[in-house]
């Protein structure tokens, strides 16, 4: 429901938490940057401040890429094809209008929900191919009711591993030069017991793996992630155990060292 | 990527195009608006716009409003609880700040994928409850890709049907007077063969129908997908079969006629 309020009092709020929040995510780049490859913004806590918000997330694209960052836009987005095309558009590509194309977010890779199936997926691969930028497909989810949905027997596999399959069909389309593909996988760190298994499925993805820290997620189960060989096949991403750290950058350090001695 | 236009120009044809699509939409509410319930905008067709596309979509829902039109924000959004919380603010709720609090588009429903499970389906509908909103999960979607997931026999029933499940448990929580519930599904009019079926499933949920006109599917085919003697228990949307006819009032009038038919 709408406020009461006037409308120039409400933007006004508005314009203030956005820079509140552009400014405590700056702070995070800076701190915790040296210790990251990437940021990924959870794009609900932006949109959450409507025009602003999105005013927020941009510059916050924009401060990650000057600290040398890669951005991962969290949006788990998808559409049937012609919406998906929107989504690449507002993440990694631009919109093409009578006055000149408008630039979107410029994000290097953003995540996806598959659930719509393959002719939508097939759009946003598309849409990453145009920008070269990767997209990480979801796969098995962090939280509790993943199991509801992503765990049961789809004919004679789990369900996950039907996802899994989905993403190491498209993975060829976007591969890279190092062998690792950027149709990636999100895999939580709080089902380690699958991560094996999804590996041997998608030999070739990245996988994002959320669900460390506050989500009982331990670094040190992740081995079976990695492919072999090739410690860029995981990048681990932790939300509020850095955010809310006394000390994100030691946080973020103390992460980087517990990942990195995997191996890989 | 981004143009490397100065920042300037790019904000000033973004404006320019989010006037122009404010501008668009808000003619279409004009024409065609007395002939339908509700509005649907596709959310990722004004971020493609960035901070100039949520301003237009923020006006669109006013002017929709305005017009005594309900607004459904079509976004699919889903993600783990904690996230899922946050989407609720932006698009029913609202966020408290230390400046008081920012309210989200004020949408009286909102789509949603039910990919990660019944807790965050449970965030979700939190979400809406507390907004006395409501929202539509995808239960089988209007895309030819659909079948590959959607349609796999999961158990000893297909994947839709366990979706439907998920709608069909959840909907006492946002139950109206009429009977009919808060909670409804997306379910495609282009795979007309599964609506009764889902009908039974799903006894109290409104369904929300895309896939008419461009799309393919067919106003007649739906009968199946009325709940006995409750004419609201469908919502059928159509785009671009309106928005881009000669005659949007009259394309929208005939949708209209041809829906009411059915009886229900």
Redesign the interface.
Known sequence: ???S?PEG??R???E??AV?VYEECNRLVELAGPACVAVKP?L??F?????????AL?EVARAAHRAGLLVVADG??????V??V??G??LV???D??????????ADAFTA??????????ALVDAAAR??AGLFL?VR??????????D????DRP?HE??AS?VAESAPRLAGESGLSGVGAVVGATAPQHMGRLRELMPDSVFLI?GVGA?GGKPEDLGPALAEGRPASILVAASRSIGRADDPAAAAEELRAAVWSLGG
């Open positions: 429901m709408r406020e309020a009092d409400q006004d709020v508005a203030r938490a509140a959870q609900a806590c949109e959450r401040l409507g025009a602003q918000g999105w005013w941009d788990k987005r998808g559409d049937v094809p919406t998906a929107a989504y558009q507002a590509g631009e919109t209008t009578p006055w000149g194309p408008v630039p979107g977010l410029g929900n598959p659930l719509l199936g393959d002719d939508a997926i097939e920008a070269s979801l989810t962090s939280n509790p009711g993943a199991a509801r949905l992503q049961q027997p789809l004919g369900f039907e996802l989905l959320p989500q």
